[in-house]
């Protein structure tokens, strides 16, 4: 009975309320940037959508670890990425502006692709060595700016809940910038939206914020140096991510991988 009322409750309430701000959100996203309000309106409206969505799908948030961030400070941070609600989570709850480095593919989407442009989000092009590249250097453009970027460094997200393998960029960003990596832990939100499926489940989130990871203490001199130092950051931040993920997505076989 209690799934029954739950599925009409997301058919007739949460789907239609979800689109109707979804748009809204876009619409006042792009309108805003383009009148040259972009450091307001490519966070605020954002932030407003996302803690919306955790409340109508019932979804109660617990956050630690703001303190830990200083105001003015660009920060990479670097999640795992156990489900599409991650992006509800941190936009909603990090508590300071970012730029996403997200999949080119949501470019497409309707008016919402149109509103990340405009907010000055980084899209990901991996068609070749030279295109990914770019990316990495256009994320390192506005990080040199002010501001921070948000990034899930296994690319993908998870189908079982727990990590996968890091990906290097931003770990290199981190090196060439010489800019503090925040890990952040994420907890719960695979079991909200599942892979491979649009039926909510609610449950309750967990986002840990970590004590930065200064790129300072790496200083290589050449390219062999340059790979060890981004693995070793690679390595440290998952391990920390990991220390706070809940048992159940823990490696069973150990942190690395």
Known sequence: MKSILLFIYQLVIWLPLFLIITMLTALVTIVGCL??????????????????????????????????????????FASNHQGAYDIFLIYGYLGVPIKWIMKKSLRKIFLVGKACESAGFIFVDTSSAKAAGQTIREAEEKLQHGASISIFPESTRSKTGRMGSFKKGAFQMALDLQLPIVPLTINGTFEVMPTKTLLIRPHRLELIIHDPIPA?????????????????????TRAVIHSDLWEKYKDSKGEAR
């Open 35 to 76: 009148l040259g309000g972009e450091k307001i309106f490519s966070y605020y409206p954002g932030m407003i959508w996302s803690r919306l969505v955790c409340m109508l799908t019932l979804c109660p948030v617990r956050v630690t670890g703001r303190e830990k961030l200083l105001p003015n400070q660009s920060y990479i």
């Open 216 to 236: 300072t203490d790496e200083a290589p001199n050449d390219l062999r140096e340059a790979a060890a130092a981004i693995r070793r950051l690679s390595d440290n």
